[in-house]
């Protein structure tokens, strides 16, 4: 569901239209369609809208990418844990009671030396919500879906991501079968660190695969 915390006017108000702001939206854009889909669900007494806030905060405050991240970090750390992510990442996260939305079937993908995982949903915006929270809105727009696959290299150099010309770039496309989790490389400069210092520097954005793990010198 495309929605954020700030609610916004009903799909029938006028202001949506109008205003500069809104100026790149127009009625068929998911997000104006989300919420038409939840004003008609809430008018008809089917959805509970301060049910769906609260769902969204869990999401987005509670689980956010701590999860996904704190699994990297201890994976660094584990060697065996490492492997198991990657040969079936489901019993892992069925072993650590990890559960939730959109997890049904995980597969994680090692960054190495040379390689470089990023993933993408080409059809629509499947997303490991229960390992990383909300999808980030650039996810879900078109213009990533399309070029991800096209020209990844491209779209992680935009994105601030440069890849050295002989790292092979794998692009994951997940679906409502299989979501992806991106295992990203550990920094150096990181030895002697805990899990939970690990954690600190593993983002949304490279368990997505978009950026690499955070620079332990960095800001
Ligand atoms: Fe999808």
């Known amino acids: 569901m495309q929605r954020s915390t700030t609610r916004r006017p009903p799909v029938h108000d006028d202001h ?105 949903c080409t059809l629509c915006s499947c997303y490991p919500w229960a390992l990383l929270g909300l999808p980030p809105n650039w996810y879900k727009s078109p213009e990533y879906r399309a070029r ?3 020209e990844p290299r491209a779209v992680l150099a935009e994105m601030g991501l440069v890849l050295d010309t002989d790292t092979e770039v794998r692009v994951w496309d997940s679906s409502s079968e299989t979501r992806f989790l991106v295992l990203p490389e550990r920094p150096a400069g990181t030895q002697g660190w805990s899990a939970e210092r690990l954690a600190t520097l593993v983002t949304r954005d490279s368990m997505i695969g978009v950026a690499r793990a955070g620079d332990p010198t960095g800001p």
């Open 16 to 120: 949506t239209h109008h205003g500069d702001h809104h100026s790149r939206r127009d009625a068929s854009s998911p997000e104006i369609r989300a919420q038409a889909l939840e004003d008609l669900l809430v008018a008809k007494g089917l959805a509970d809208p301060e049910r769906i806030d609260a769902i969204i905060q869990r999401y987005e405050h509670d689980i956010g990418p701590m999860i996904g991240a704190n699994l990297v970090a201890r994976a660094w750390l584990d060697p065996d844990l490492h492997r198991r992510l990657l040969s079936d990442a489901d019993a892992v996260l069925a072993d650590m009671d990890i559960r939730g939305a959109e997890i049904e079937h995980i597969e994680v993908k090692a960054n190495a030396p040379g390689v470089h995982n990023v993933v993408v």
């Open 148 to 150: 991800a696959v096209r």
